[in-house]
């Protein structure tokens, strides 16, 4: 049988091979990505808002295998108790390779003083070790009361910024206190 490749090739190759891979890692440290739960919409313009203020970073958007239901009192009676017990609602949301970004954002809305539980789920199964983490959450009444003590102990490798809080009521127009908040927390592209 007729060798195709010298070993010497075979030597060049891999090494060629690892070079090249190596460089989109490279490239992509400090590139951040956006990852966000949304309901209502609501925290869709808050998370475009927050692409234009941070270099155009990709955008992800959370979903749920299963929705909850439409009617909002049937649903936060769910959502209230998969709280309170710390359950998972599986994403079908394909989550990139998230090892070339240095900053992720992540936004979702407050539910009984926690981040939802979609955010959770993704949370509980991508510890971002390593990353330097911006939390931003909303809501219309809850306090952010219950969201340090859950990301430190979702995240407890990872460089977690002070919590972004924007009230509903203010999330037609966010950019102001993004911007004071990615100052603050020293937010670099």
Known sequence: MERLYSRRDLARFAA????????????????????????????EGIARALQGLVGNAPLLRLEERDRYARDYDAMTEIA??????????????AI????????????SPLWWGHYSVPMRTFLMDHPLEGKRVFPVA???????????????????????????????????????ALKGWLSREGFNK
Request: proline share 5%; aromatic share 6%.
């Open 96 to 107: 990139p390779d998230l090892s070339g970004y240095r900053n992720v954002f992540i936004l």
């Open 16 to 43: 060629l091979a690892l070079a090249v891979s190596a460089v989109p890692a490279a490239q992509a440290r400090g590139r951040s990505i956006i990852i966000y739960y949304t309901r209502t919409g609501t925290n």
């Open 80 to 93: 209230r108790a998969e709280v309170e017990a710390w359950k998972r609602r599986e994403l079908k949301t």
């Open 138 to 176: 909303t809501s219309a009444s809850s306090p952010a009361s219950g969201i340090t003590s859950d990301l430190a102990k979702l995240l407890p490798k990872a460089d977690v910024k002070k919590v972004l809080l924007i009230h509903t009521a203010d999330a037609s127009n966010p950019e102001a």
